[in-house]
């Protein structure tokens, strides 16, 4: 309608107000000036006295409409179409901030991280109840990959599982460079739905909240355990397929896609700043110490020798250095694959494809990271002359040759650590006790 209009009194005789909603599924509230609820006879169908009246309108994924003032004196239809819900930021990538500008449905948004057992309840994140993050839930699997339970059900035990995943829901995303009035402008935005400005769908997907554990043989992802290191990329990855169908090693668009998810929640490349610094002066870690924050993110202590937690993937980075598939390098040319059952190692050939630009070889403090219109979610190092604080104020090594990929930093890395952390040094064959990773598993309708 046409804006608010007071001063209407409610009448006797009786008009009838039908509401035309896009989408159709769309809910409408109706309240007449005292405030009271009025009930339709017929679906957004009123037969109501003249008069002035509220209304709400509300549906999952659109940006609803709340508390709108109107003025009702004969019979009519009220046409309401609903603009579905989008999330995104940008940034200048010549910015030296290393924050982002909230855009869309992200305007006026709050994010905050756990920082101490005193504020684990009230720590304000609007994004709380905000799909998908909100719907973003630890859970324990089979081999088969069916859930048995979600940590939030009656019942739960930590300690009960072999397999702890964190399940990340489908959702829709756009990541993109584009110039604007001369200057390079970065843009990222996520959705529950599908719109013209977040045309991919990210499969539903399962993460190990806890780095792996178990052995070579029989890998797992318990809470309370030490981390399964000194084994290749390669020997990991053949490990988890023991496990069963669709299970593997988490992967650089996998990667890419939770980079997203955090930069759209808390629009700035410091993830030490936002949530904590994680392991990354001290001793590597047992799994489960932040079992208690649930699906809340940050860290009961932010002392360089604590875990860090992103929206249930726990020590995500600092602790231990984590392989990352999906992603080969050749003299610092990465070459990447999108299909899971043909990730293999020092392969550079198809079903590998190079990236459309080539990653440093220098190490450094990141300042910008590349795009490829035909990987739009890759995220890896394009320019190392930034700062530990900043442009992107985490660390990149490089090695020449056949290369692999680890992420995140380790408990002795510092101010390297972070999402952005990115390690292309080692052969495939290399092992340490301070490497491991990561488990993901796919459902198969993918």
């Not at 309401?80 to 200048?92: A, D, F, W």
């Not at 981390?227 to 390669?234: K, Q």
């Not at 490990?239 to 929640?265: F, H, P």
């Not at 006790?433 to 488990?439: H, I, K």
Request: with cysteine; glycine share 8%.
């Amino acid at each position: 309608m046409k804006g608010k209009i007071y001063g209407i009194g409610g009448g006797a005789e009786k008009i009838t107000i039908t509401f035309n909603t896009t989408p159709s599924e769309a809910i409408v509230t109706l309240r007449d000036r005292d405030g009271k609820e009025v009930h339709s006879s017929n679906n957004k169908v009123y037969r109501i006295p003249m008069g002035l009246y509220y209304y709400d309108v509300t549906a999952s994924g659109y940006v609803g409409r709340k508390n709108i003032e109107v003025k009702l004196l004969e019979d009519e239809t009220i046409d309401i179409t609903l603009q579905k819900e989008v999330y995104g930021v940008r940034r200048n990538i010549a910015n030296s901030e290393t924050t982002w500008e909230r855009l869309e449905g992200g305007i006026d948004k709050t994010a905050n991280a756990v920082n101490g057992i005193d504020n684990i309840d009230s720590t304000l994140n609007d994004f709380d109840n905000i799909y998908p993050w909100s719907n973003i839930r630890t859970c324990a699997l089979n081999k088969s990959g069916n859930v048995l339970k979600y940590a939030d059900e009656p019942d739960w035990n930590w300690t009960d599982y072999d397999y702890v995943m964190t399940e990340v829901p489908e959702f829709y995303w756009n990541r993109e460079q584009k110039v604007e009035d001369g200057a390079t402008w970065e843009y990222i935005y996520i959705s529950q739905s599908q719109t013209d400005l977040t045309p991919n769908k990210s499969e539903k997907f399962y993460i190990g909240r806890y780095t792996a554990t178990g052995s070579s043989s029989d890998v797992t992802t318990k809470r309370g355990v030490a981390n399964l290191v000194d084994i290749s990329i390669t020997d990991l990855r053949n490990a988890t397929k023991k496990i069963g169908t669709n299970w593997g090693l988490m992967d650089i668009l996998r990667w890419s896609l939770i980079q997203m998810l955090y930069l759209v929640e808390y629009a700035d490349y410091d993830c030490q700043k936002t949530i904590g610094y994680g392991v990354c002066n001290g001793s590597i870690i047992n799994t489960g110490a932040l079992d208690s924050l649930q699906m809340k993110s940050g860290c009961l202590a932010n002392d360089k020798k604590s875990a860090v937690i992103y929206r249930g993937i726990e020590n995500i980075f600092g602790n231990i250095y984590q392989w990352c598939d999906g992603i080969n390098f050749t003299d610092s040319q990465a070459c990447v694959c999108t299909d899971p059952t043909k990730y293999e190692s020092d392969k550079f050939a198809s079903p590998y494809t190079k990236l459309g630009w080539k990653c440093p070889s220098t190490n450094g403090y990141i300042k910008d990271v590349g795009y490829d219109a035909s990987f739009p979610a890759l995220q890896l190092t394009k320019t190392t002359s930034g700062s530990d604080s900043t442009y992107i104020p985490d660390y990149s090594f490089y090695g020449l040759g056949s290369r692999v990929l680890r992420v995140g930093g380790y408990c002795n890395d510092g101010l390297y650590c972070g999402l952005w952390f990115f390690y292309w040094y080692y052969y495939s064959s290399y092992s340490a006790s301070y490497v491991g990773g990561r488990l993901l598993y796919i459902p198969s309708e993918i």
